[in-house]
C-alpha cells in the first residue's frame, strides 16, 4: 500500500481545514487506518483512527469533538476534517495504513507526511 497525504497549509486558530490521503492498492477497502501528526522537536502521536469499514473511529482526547476521520474506499481514499484549529495543532499529519490503535509501531505502512500551521 502506497499512501498520498494532503490538504495542509496556514489556517487561522478557530479555523478549519480537510486533509485527505489517497492509498494505492486492491487492499485498500479491507485495511484500518490511521492519522498520526508530530511537531517540531515532539514524538509522533496519535490523533484518529478508522477501521476497514468505517463503522468504528477512535480520536486522541486533545482532538475529540473537533476532528473527524472518514474514508471513501470506493475512492481509496480516507479523510481528516478539522475544525476549531488550535495552535497547538501544529505539525506534520502523517497517514498509517494496517493498525487500529494509538499505537504508530501498529502500522505497517506511512505517507509521506502534509504541513498544518495554525496561526494565533
Known amino acids: 500500500v502506497q499512501l498520498q497525504a494532503s490538504g495542509g497549509g496556514l489556517v487561522q486558530a478557530g479555523g478549519s481545514l480537510r486533509l485527505s490521503c489517497a492509498a494505492s492498492?486492491?487492499?485498500?477497502?479491507?485495511?484500518?487506518m490511521g492519522w498520526f501528526r508530530q511537531a517540531p522537536g515532539k514524538e509522533r502521536e496519535f490523533v484518529a483512527a478508522?477501521?476497514?469499514?468505517?463503522?468504528?473511529?477512535s480520536y486522541a482526547d486533545s482532538v475529540k469533538g473537533r476532528f473527524t476521520i472518514s474514508r471513501d474506499n470506493a475512492e481509496n481514499t480516507v479523510y481528516l476534517q478539522m475544525n476549531s484549529l488550535k495552535p497547538e495543532d501544529t505539525a506534520v499529519y502523517y497517514c498509517?495504513?494496517?493498525?487500529?490503535?494509538?499505537?504508530?509501531?501498529?502500522?505497517?505502512?506511512w505517507g509521506q507526511g502534509t504541513l498544518v500551521t495554525v496561526s494565533s
Open positions: 478508522i477501521t476497514w469499514s468505517g463503522v468504528s473511529t
Open positions: 492498492g486492491r487492499t485498500f477497502s479491507s485495511i484500518n
Open positions: 498509517g495504513a494496517g493498525g487500529y490503535s494509538s499505537t504508530s509501531q501498529d502500522y505497517l505502512y
